[in-house]
């Protein structure tokens, strides 16, 4: 067993305070110095392997800033970084379950002591202001120190329970399933990317990652970190590259033994198709982990606490312009409140500060020239969906600088079976829905395919008891914003087209990654 204290959540560092402020200030100024302009490469076998192709990521705040490039790797890389984590494996899964958890703390204990670099790197790569960045890291932290206090509980024969028989010792043994490829979404590059790869490692196993194509410095900078903790070389395969070339060469190979994505619904099940199909040479039945999108609504009553329930509608909806699988996209508001409701949102969120993440504004720019296409094209949609009470607009600039900006948008009286109703935006773009009554929001609610994240704003006891069973969402909150879970505190995972719900920062993710061998020894 390693000798550590018990679990507990990363503190946020309070931005009301001017020292944390000026902290922060000082680490975006370290950053440009040290780390803007940087290339990363590839790491292949412990070894940096460079391209002739670098990917470029931009601010998204100031799009004529570069803010670092990687490497962009082939299929070749990918045949070669599988079968070098093959190798690697004969020797890491040996490992001590101590052992390898030591190395999750030392990668904690680096990134505690960089966690204002890796903010400020994501506020100018992402666009996060202070807070957003602030509470990414501290999940990140929270991964690590979580997951190598949870792999104890794998760590021995018999430490799953079976029942006693006499005349036999019968156990079951835990064990890694071999090389698993990672794949991350650009939304959190930080806390899912690191995540999604130190949990399978912990236990056993070894990874090859590609970090999303819009965040590749920050991933080059924790990738550095687990590699600095002491991971041997082989066990983290670094291979920032483009989805469209390589994602298939990855998911398709014979010798990937199984598959940890987090992003789209279609860019998942792509994968899940590609993963089903049995290649020459394949011996196994891949295994696929998921976590997709999400269409997350949060219900109002005439019982709420009116306040309450705006705050909690404005954070959900807004919070890093809507770019979190867990973000409200529906309001849904009972007849009897919708006016008071929807007009102190509307106010509420007209008053948001738009600007950068280095100026730590409320609303910053979307992540991407794509991203910026596509919600701005919902906002035309909805336009015709609905009443435009908010925004609408899609400047593209903000005082003088080019970026992907666009306003916060809130669209009322919306039909439940509109396009911007069931499709998930992934911007700053609400639709409110006005329901005859607590039944008829309830069904609005379980009216799309996803089912990731939702919340009651009610003082009702009988309808939050109502909603616990019927609610069809992977994480269900009552009378609070539907996002910001914390690693432990909310296990993290949605239903239906949401994911296969593997409940990540929950007591058994870890299982995801192993399979159980039952031993019985007649004596
Ligand atoms: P995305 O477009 O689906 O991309 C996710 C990752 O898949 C990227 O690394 C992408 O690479 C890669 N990819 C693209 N095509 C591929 C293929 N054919 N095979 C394998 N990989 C491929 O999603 P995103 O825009 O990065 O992230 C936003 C989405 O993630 C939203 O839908 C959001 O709801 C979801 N999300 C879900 C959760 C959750 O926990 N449920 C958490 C965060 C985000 P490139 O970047 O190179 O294209
Ligand atoms: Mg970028």
Same mark, same amino acid.
Do not use: W
């Given at each position: 067993m390693i000798r550590v204290q018990e679990y507990r959540p990363q503190a946020f560092t309070d931005f009301t305070k001017e020292e944390n402020v000026k902290a922060y200030q000082e680490a975006l100024a370290k950053v440009r110095a040290e780390i803007v302009g940087k290339h990363y490469t590839l790491i292949i076998d412990g070894q940096k392997v460079d391209t002739a192709e670098r990917m470029v990521s931009l601010n998204?705040?100031? $799009?004529?800033?570069?803010v670092g490039t990687t490497a962009a790797a082939t299929k070749e890389h990918v045949d070669q970084a599988i079968a070098g984590a093959w190798k690697a494996f004969e020797g890491w899964k040996k490992w001590d379950m101590d052992a390898r958890a030591r190395i999750l703390l030392k990668a904690s204990a680096i990134l505690k002591r960089r966690r204002l670099e890796a903010c400020a790197i994501m506020s100018i790569e *992402?666009? #996060? &202001?202070y807070a957003e960045a602030d509470v990414e890291v501290a999940e990140a932290i929270d991964f690590l120190e979580y997951y190598a206090r949870s792999a104890m509980k794998y *760590?021995? @024969?018999?430490?799953a329970e079976t029942t006693w028989f006499e005349g036999e010792e019968n156990g079951l043994m835990w064990i890694p399933l071999g090389v698993g490829v990672s794949i991350s979404p650009w939304n959190f590059p930080a806390a899912i990317f690191l995540g999604m790869l130190a949990a399978p490692i912990v236990v056993g196993n070894c990874m090859v990652v590609k970090p999303a194509d819009n965040a590749g410095v920050i991933a080059g900078f924790i990738a550095d970190i687990m590699l600095e903790a002491g991971l041997p070389a082989g066990v983290l395969q670094f291979l920032p590259g483009h989805g469209s070339e390589i994602g298939d060469a990855m998911t398709g190979?014979? #010798?990937?033994?199984f598959i940890t994505f987090t992003g789209s619904v279609p860019v998942g099940l792509r994968i899940h198709e590609v993963a089903a199909k049995v290649q020459p040479g394949q011996k196994w039945i891949k295994r696929t982990v998921m976590e997709l999108g999400g269409k997350d609504a949060l219900i109002v009553d005439e019982t709420a606490d009116i306040e309450n329930a705006v705050t909690s509608a404005v954070q959900s909806a807004f919070g @890093? &312009?809507?770019? /979190?699988?867990?973000?409200?996209s529906r309001l849904i508001v009972v007849d009897d409140v919708y006016d008071e409701v929807v007009g102190k949102v509307v106010e509420r969120a007209g008053k948001l500060t738009m600007g950068t993440g280095e100026e730590n504004a409320n609303v910053t720019a979307v992540i991407s020239q794509k991203a910026f296409k596509s919600i701005s094209e919902y906002q035309k949609v909805g336009a015709g969906e609905g009443k435009v009470l908010l925004g609408g607009e *899609?400047?593209?600039?903000h005082n003088g600088k080019k970026g992907n900006y666009i306003q916060p948008t809130i669209i009322g009286?919306? !039909?439940? &079976?509109?396009r911007i109703s069931q499709?998930?935006? @992934?911007?700053?773009v609400v639709a409110v829905f006005r329901a005859k009554d607590w039944q008829d929001a309830l069904d609005i609610a379980n009216s799309t395919v996803y089912g990731l994240t939702g919340g009651v704003c009610s003082n009702s006891r009988e309808r939050l008891e109502e909603a616990r069973e019927k609610?069809?969402?992977?994480n269900l909150y009552f &009378?609070? /914003?539907? $996002?910001g879970a914390i690693v432990g505190v909310q296990p993290f995972g949605g239903y239906n087209m949401s994911g $296969? !719900?593997?409940? *990540?920062?929950?007591?058994?993710?870890?299982?995801? @990654?192993m399979q159980l061998k039952t031993v019985t020894e007649r004596w």
């Open positions: 998204p705040c100031d $799009t004529d800033e570069v *992402a666009g #996060k &202001n *760590a021995h @024969f018999g430490s190979h014979p #010798k990937t033994r @890093f &312009n809507g770019q /979190k699988c867990s973000a409200m *899609a400047p593209g600039e009286d919306v !039909d439940r &079976n509109a499709e998930e935006i @992934f911007g700053p609610f069809e969402v992977g &009378n609070r /914003k539907i $996002t $296969t !719900d593997s409940k *990540a920062g929950g007591p058994d993710y870890l299982s995801n @990654f």
